[in-house]
């Protein structure tokens, strides 16, 4: 047999010939289970990964390595056995090499017997397993690290405390190298030297699910170092110290060398960043085929420069060497013709000033706080990207998504900063191609309109905006050759009707600088072209090359092939006269969804009173309709008919929440029409146990004293979606991992209707949903444990679909709607179209809510983050409808990890204790196997000692 594997199963044996083994596991078990479930409360994140696991090995390993090794030299040494090693016939580095592998086995199995974590978590929620396998690989990886420095110091001590104590200082040392509480003290470039250097840092980067060949030569370095030390000190016992030979210092020598160039290589390959393998499902960590398609279309150099301070916050310190490395990915990528700046604007004031005056960048007030103190700290966290004169600004906002676990702890990550580059960089692009002179691809003449106060009522900033302003427009007049007109108008110039009239049309009311300031001002500019109004908003950073940047921005939104124009159809806001005088608008607003969309599409706000918006429309976006009139029918139907891509979000109820939830029949207008398309909304509500969270208001009596309390409930009205409820097989859905859709109804198609025409479900409920007529929803938990009567027959629902093919007209065989007199000089209905070509599509989602303000808000105060995964959707909706798919793979790649499936506090225990269970039936297995083992090892001996 190979003397190293005699010697190493010798030792891994020994091991287990006392308690220490099974002692090492067992603690190492507990303590992972305590740290996995209590000290991370894993279900309270709701979370579905691993990084509890993970999060506290580096420390846990550092203790239970110097334990396991304190004792593998330094008994040795004790019980005088060290001579007889360093005289025995097999070289010394099989001895060390062979307690080095026994140990790591031992580790090895202890890593593996918490495998039932990984695997029951798997049966809860759909696991990305890459960063698993790369958190266990980094776990093993940082174990033989640790195990090597400790036999290293087992090896010179022949106390066992002595080299636990000094194992232990010495990787803390190593650990706080890396840490963030020694980082955040010192600027980026030095935090970024001490990184290099600690085993923290890098285990952090591969249990993210990327293995970089810098962290893999950085542990069997760190390894072989340690390990050439302990055969240098065993070696040193058999020379006599008083007489060093030539051999003993070709020794030192040789030692050194090797040690410096085991050391060498980690500074020289940090550069690299190439060499590295993603293992995320999706391989949301390197930049997509998507990205590399819209690098190809470069026709300039393209500059992405980064401004991030090296005193920024803790939280946000981690994020900014993720994003170089990125950036990183995309200079690779471009081949040349992507340059990547990295700056720290407060180390190069012109610089920071060239960031505030070209670019409106400004720096982030950041609160911090330590046990000692609070501070404040004034941090750039913004990206840049210029093409030709044209740039897009990436700030902390678009970066970073905050989640909120309570008011003390803040979970910071990267939102999707390839998707928000790529975007970007996409939109320079189109933009380019307008470059000569953007007044050739606007159809129609322009007219810019500044409502505007005379310059002593303005504000000192304003003043200067309005000197730039000045300036712009007549720069831009020259450009257009007689196609813009400027018009300044002054709104308190005894010219009530005018005010009235911009706030009637606009919402443009008198400004003020403070509540208490008499002085109201005006400065409001629009751009206006054959009918279409679009409002100019200031830039954040004002400047005169942003305001030059968002006059042209607006202008491009004007000109045709920029953006894609979609109309969109709402319900309007109710008007309401406060008890002040003022008038007030509620009712339901769709804000997000509106910024959502204005973002990348030219968005169309669209009555149906008037066709005209459709005809230059190619997608309509209708939510939540309500009594649409015969002659709004017919422009939905025509628009179909012309092959348009139609979106509904619709339902026959509507949920009233003003004072207590109640459902009432809601009629869209619509019925007919989409049962002559085949298509019927059953007015039933769909009920899932698998749903999402209700904060709501309970009230407990105290002895007569009532005290209120808001408590999360799980609403089975709120129907969490995940796969294989959603469609991963539709291009649509197959980036969308969860969505909930609240007070839905069931849909029913009718297959021979449908059955020329493409129909691709997306949506379902699970199998254990059921819909009922009843319009209760208000959770009663005291008689239905879920809230609500459970149903007998229960089955998945359909939610959402989408149909695309040939449609008939539902006015083809009858007289034509009629508009009321008032619209009839102001529109003319066009000749009926009788049929739609192949191409027209319906999308329906079931929903009249779910893109609600009020509703996102609600869901989100629930998750403590931004819910924006309906507004995902619905983006992937419109550009999958626009046939504007290209960057429909990497929409959905956010850095957030797949929440669980709601779980009760019973169901949590259970699947707790069966972890428990099921980690204590492995480690009994162990002793088992080993029982066996040593019996077949003593049967084996006997035989041979009779023989």
Known sequence: MNPLLSITRKEFAGLFATPVAYLFLALFLATTLFLFFWVETFFARNIADLRPLFEWM????????????????????????????????????????????????????????????????????????????????????????????????????????????????????????????????????????????????????????VIDLRDLYYYASL???????????????????????????????????????????????????????????????????????????LQEPLLIRGYFSDQTHPLLAPLIPRLRDLL???????????RIEWIDPLKHPELEREAGQRYGIQPVAFQTASRHQAALVNAYFDIVIQYGENYQRLNFRDLVEVKTRSESDLHVELRNPEYDLTRAIRRLLQAHRLEENIFDNLPDPITFRGYISPDHRLP????????????????????????????????????????QQIRQQHGFRPMALGLQDPQTFWFYLTLESNGRTLPIALPEGISEAALEQTLRTALKHLAQGVLKSVALHSPDPIAKISPSGELELSGKRYTWLEESLAADHHLIQATLHDPAPLEESELLLLIAPSELAPHQLFAIDQFLMRGGSLLLATSPFDIDSSDQLRAQP??????????????????????????????????????????????????????????????????????????????????????????????????HASPASWSSPDLTIQPDFVNHPLGF????????????????????????????????????????????????????????????????DAVLDLIS???????????????????????????LPIRGRSHFSRTLPPLTREQQLGWEALSYALTLCGLLLVGIIHRVYRARLRKSRKARFAV
């Open 789 to 852: 009567p459970p149903h007998q027959q229960r089955a998945p629902q359909l939610l959402a679909v989408a149909i695309e093919g040939r449609f008939d007209s539902l006015f083809r065989d009858r007289p034509l709607p009629t508009p009321p007199e008032s619209l009839v000089s102001a529109t003319a209905l066009p000749s009926l179209i009788e049929h739609s070509p192949e191409t027209a599509r319906i999308l329906l989602f079931a929903s009249n809510t779910f893109l609600e």
């Open 328 to 338: 990183e990915e995309y200079a690779i990528a471009g081949q040349g013709a992507v």
């Open 460 to 499: 000192e900033v304003l003043q200067q905006v309005r000197q730039w302003l000045d300036g712009l427009l007549a720069q831009l007049e020259l450009e257009a050759a007689g196609r813009l007109q400027i018009e300044i108008l002054d709104p308190d110039a005894g010219n009530a009707q005018l005010a």
């Open 223 to 297: 390894s072989a170092i340690f390990l050439l030390l302990n055969l240098y000190t065993l070696e040193r016992q058999r020379w006599d110290c008083h007489r060093p030979t030539r051999q003993q210092r070709r020794w030192q020598l040789t030692i050194a060398m090797l040690v410096a160039s085991l050391l060498l290589p980690n500074f020289l390959l940090h550069p690299y960043h190439q060499a590295r393998l993603d293992l995320t499902q999706g391989r949301i960590h390197s930049i997509s085929e998507a990205t590399h398609s819209v690098l190809e279309q």
């Open 666 to 763: 809601h009629r869209s207008g619509l019925e007919e029409w989409l049962a002559h398309h085949g298509i019927e909304l059953q007015p039933e509500l769909v009920f899932d146990p698998h749903s999402a969270a209700l904060p709501i208001t309970i009230e407990r009596n105290l002895n007569g004293h009532t005290v209120r309390e808001t408590r999360q409930i799980d609403y089975p009205l709120f129907v969490d979606i995940r796969p294989p409820g959603i469609n991963r097989d539709s291009g649509l859905t197959a980036s969308i991992e969860q969505v909930t859709l609240t007070w839905a109804s069931p849909i029913q198609l009718d297959p021979e209707r449908n059955q020329q025409r493409t129909v691709t479900p997306l949506l």
């Open 861 to 887: 105060s629930g998750l403590g983050s931004r819910y924006l995964q309906p507004l995902q959707l619905i983006a992937n909706s419109v550009d999958w409808s626009l046939e504007d798919r290209d960057l």
């Open 58 to 209: 580096p420390l846990l390993l550092l203790f239970l390595s110097a334990a396991l090794t304190m004792r593998l030299w330094s008994a040795e040494r004790r019980q005088g056995t060290l001579e007889l090693l360093l005289t025995a016939p097999p070289p010394l580095w099989h001895f060390v090499l062979g307690k080095f592998l026994a140990a790591l086995a031992l580790v090895a199995l202890a890593l593996l017997l918490t495998l039932p974590l990984p695997l029951l978590l798997s049966q809860l929620a759909t696991l990305d397993w890459g960063p698993v396998l790369g958190g266990y690989f980094a776990a093993l990886s940082l174990a033989a690290g640790y195990l090597a420095i400790g036999l290293y110091i087992s090896a010179r001590s022949d106390n066992p405390i002595v080299a636990l104590l000094l194992t232990t200082l010495i990787g803390l040392l190593l650990y706080l190298l890396g840490s963030n509480t020694l980082t955040a003290l010192l600027g980026y470039q030095w935090a970024e030297t001490l990184k290099l250097l600690s085993p923290s840092s890098r285990f952090a980067a591969i249990t993210r699910g």
